[in-house]
């Protein structure tokens, strides 16, 4: 019962100061809180759970961040290309 479901499927917060927040929201805000709980007098499952949700959260923003850096990667790339045509023409040699 520490962590529940809500009407859209998102994991909440069933309990302290956080109750009735959804975990991604809390891990946002104050990751603190879960490191608070999986070293806490908590059950080992809901230790357990929290652990299980940072590693997604944090797997869920390292992707996000890589996909980021490749999409901001390949911006930079048309963009020198397209300077390189302006400074040296279409490319053609005939």
């Known amino acids: 019962g ?3 479901f809500n009407d859209k499927k998102e ?14 929201e ?4 104050e990751p603190s809180y879960f490191s608070w709980v999986e ?3 908590f059950t080992l499952d809901t230790k ?3 652990v299980l949700l940072r590693r997604q959260f944090e ?3 390292a992707e996000a961040k890589k996909a980021a850096l490749k999409k901001l990667t390949d911006k930079e790339i048309e963009k020198s290309v397209s300077s390189l045509a302006e400074k ?6 005939f």
């Open 59 to 61: 797997a869920e923003k």
């Open 39 to 41: 070293n806490g007098e």
């Open 48 to 50: 357990q759970q929290f």
């Open 26 to 29: 809390v891990y946002e805000t």
């Open 11 to 24: 994991v909440v917060i069933n309990f302290g100061k956080h109750r009735g927040k959804t975990a991604r």
């Open 2 to 4: 520490r962590l529940v």
């Open 88 to 93: 040296w023409g279409s490319g053609r040699l």
